[in-house]
């Protein structure tokens, strides 16, 4: 109608293009005005549709021509000849770099037509990675969540104007000038760190190559998932750790040892491997090391061994607890970002498919564990309202009791005896050492007396777990994921006990017994334990479970088949690392034995767990066996079913009968373990509690042994002196005669040694603590309004969709009666356009569509005004 | 390593570097497993950037995805035409976004995706319904189905609209830790 000519709005659009560059909105308003004649006058929806496309193209034009000139926005005019009103008000933030790429965006896919959303929105993209670094813009067009074609333009985009921008600085203020002359020196910075980045990339590709296991790794999460894959990881960690501690240690201890040229004097025979005693004198072992200064030539410099025993574990300490502290903090963060709201739900097993998991087996019965878990789920649902009676209450609460008094006495018991047999074994060393002339015989009769108390602990470590677990049979947990974390509870607090009464019994007795060289009977102890817990977890892997599995597989199908019991093994592992942390100070050749006995652990866990030839032996073997009993051993077998699940009962009374029941225990044996394992979840569990009691706990066994105890007189870096920490006294005393080190002097009075700054360093960190604790529950209300802001929101939407709705019904309504003579016409779009809705329900509600589409609402009078969220 | 450099230029194995998270061992690596499921259709020197597509069949045979009971709909999402045919663009692409180093809200983005069966930008009771068909290879009941969506609608659904969007989803995400490491697929 009136659109011959450029429509005043249209020149008032092309005014606005003008001044884009000083435009600050942060939105684009596009203003729909509709005008019933104007509208009406429309032959077909087949031209609205045109004159849709137009209409986002022209966006698109209009976004494109920003930095050209005026003219070719008269182009664009002219080119919306079509007869329509509608307006584009267009007020973008752009500034000059923006505007500059508005017509290379054309260039690229971003955007597509049709969607002037998109459009500013890559705009906006661009104008915000133009002024970051290049490190950052490279992160961040990677995290696009777009196809490869539009980042990788996307990238040229970038990197053009990025280059362009020195040259666009001319056409500037002068202020701008300034900062843009800054930036400009940053691009020519920016070739270097370029460089630099693509040594750092092929760095760290050196060292992806170097890491160990990948591809076993990668097979071990495709047959059991990520749970079972977390231990791995988890082992791996500790190997790492260990290799550092070792790397530290031999540098700095070991290899000056060496260079002392004292004997080692090694007798090697089968039992000293497992007793430790006759490696006494090496380097094995505290008492081996000299107190003397190392001092080669006439360099005049000298290597205080002392010093670099005690700075050397103290550095090896103080890496670990760094590390685990930030790798615990990490893990925290990852896990515990909505603590409040941390809760087990439906939803986190339906959207969270393990799709490591790529054995074809292993797929199949992680689906099935996951309809049972489902199904457990909802029963629970279900069973929520359903409340026990009193009498019930009672029982199961004295149920609970009993179980707790019960283990609670079994660990005490088994802490006592440790106590008693290590003092009666302190004895028999005693006598042992004392006679060592004129009793000569005796002792060798029996050398390996001193293996009793490691393997009494290992036994108890092997044993006590299995009966606690039996107690679910009594306590009977709704949820078993309480049941697991009781478990868990329990085995942490004999594990931790055992290892305190050690402790104990090390500092207080053994310490203050006298003994020639006590350190280096403590280290032999911890050797021993350490190699005895490795024997016997080797041999549980290889032949407890085995033999479990054959048994819990043919013979007592109550038991059910093993799965990998991912807490009892990360407990043993943590175990282990607790007593090498003790024993580091006493051997500190200890992080290379655990280095060794993690490598091997993790073969033998890895081909223990996926052992499968010899299971398919073994079942072949049964199958015959079973065939000969004929049907009664099936029907037996799915009598036995409950441990499988329903599932698994049901495809073993398939036709296919008895090689397919067979073949699903098979499977049961690389049985994933239980759904209560949510890996990240517990591997957060697990850092921590290496953390918490293991780590802490070491730390102030340790402090105590060089505040407080004597070291042994005859043997050692720090004989002769009253406590361990007089070293460092010392080295003090002779520093502060040196008028080059005084800071260093300065630093430990003031700082170390000084009372009150710790006192006062204390007083802030609470304060500090404190405030952090009171924002954070400041967050916590914000987060819980905000919650509520968008439930309002959400319902605020759905009200207006109603009413859009009814008033859509209503116009439709209207019109029918009134236009008589256009009713066709309004039925062919009515007509069309419910295909439409029929295609994607998302445009039938969704309002900006809506509207768009909506030809026949001219007659309403008046202005919509939609808003796009930009 | 000189011949293998022949299948990209320089410019082009840098832009993947940095559009994807790999190092350039693992562009190759890649490169080479793709090459290798169609190898006469998949030319060698890749310089001229070809137009190739490895289809559907081929690309869904690949161990890692073989027994993925989402395999199509992953191809689909990353793929140009929703078909699940592939250009090697799309397939790094893919495990780009399935890799260890992919942040979070990536993941989630193409997660949604993935479960928005039907393309709508929103997880409807539908989707959802097709979601647990999939997971649990249909042992569920019909009834059991539509309660499990019920639940999770009730769950997850932050602003009572009876569908999950983007952000109800990436929100859910979040209470979920082990998303991070289960989207993930090992090359």
Redesign the interface.
Known sequence: MKSQEPTPVEKKACRRQEMLSDAHVNEIIIEVENVSAGVQRHPSLNQVFQEKVLLDSRINMVSSISDIDVTDSQRVSKRNDQKDNRVLRFSTPLNESMSQTLYSLECMGIDTPGSSHETVQGQKLIASLIPMTSRDR?KA???Q?R???E??NL?KIVDKEKSKQPHHILQLNCCVQCLQSISQQATCFESWLQAYRRSK??L??IL??ISLWQKT??II??KF??SVL?YFNFLRWLLKFNIFSFILNFSFIIIPQFTMAEKNTLQFTGLEFFTGMDMRDTVMYYGFYTNSTIQHGNSGASYNMQLAYIFTIGACLTTCFFSLLFSMARYFR?????PH??SG????L???????????KA??LK??N??TE??EN?SE?RQEKAKLTFNQQLTRFSAYLVAWVVSTGVAIACCVAVYYLAEYNLEVTNTRAEGRENQFLKTHKNPGAVLLLPFVVSCINLAVPRIYSMFRLVERYEMPRHEVYILLIRNIFLKISIIGILCYYWLNTVALSGEECWETLIGQEIYRLLLMDFVFSLADSFLGEFLRRIIGMQLIKSLGVQEFDIARNVLELIYAQTLVWIGIFFCPLLPFIQMIMLFIMFYAKNVSQSNIAIYQFCSNACDLLRLKLGKGALRRSQEAGPGWGP?AAALAADERGLPFSLQVSLMMNFQPPSKAW????MM?FFIFLLFFPSFTGVLCTLAITIWRLKPSADCGPFRGLPFFIHSIYSWIDTLSTRPGYLWVVWIYQNLIGSVHFFFILTLIVLIITYLYWQITEGRKIMIRLL?EQ??N???D??FLIEKLIKLHDMEKKANSSSLVLERREVEQQGSLHLGKHDG???ESINPFIFNKYEPDSGEQDGEQVMVLPV | MGSKQTVFTHEQLE???????F???EIMRLFHRYQDLAPQLVPLDYTTCPDVKVPYELIGSM????????RQRITQVFS?DGDGHMTL??F??MF?V?SEM??R??KA???FKI?DFNN???I?AWD?EQ??TK???G??SAE?VS??CE??LD??D????GRLSLED?QN???????????????I
């Open positions: 490279i067009i990677r995290n969540p196809t490869m074609e980042k990788r990238r990339s092929s760290s590709e992806n190559s790794l990668k999460g495709g998932g990520t977390s990852n896990n515990f970002i909505n709201i941390y739900g439906i939803t986190k339906i959207f969270c498919w393990d799709f490591t998991v790529t054995h074809e797929v199949k689906q099935k996951l309809s489902i199904r909802l649902l599932s949510r890996a990240s979840q957060t919650h968008i439930i929101e959400g319902k939407k759905m994607s329900p998302a | 832009a993947y570097q940095d559009c994807t998270f190092t350039r061992k161990p890692e995805l073989k027994d993925n009971p989402f140009d663009d799309n790094l692409d780009s399935m992919a942040p809200d990536l983005y193409y997660a479960y709508d930008d929103y409807c959802l979601t647990v997971l649990t290879r042992e569920l059991e309660l499990v639940k999770v769950e997850a932050g602003d009572h609209d989803f859910m995400i979040l209470r979920a830790p082990d998303f991070l490491s289960t989207f993930h697929i090992r």
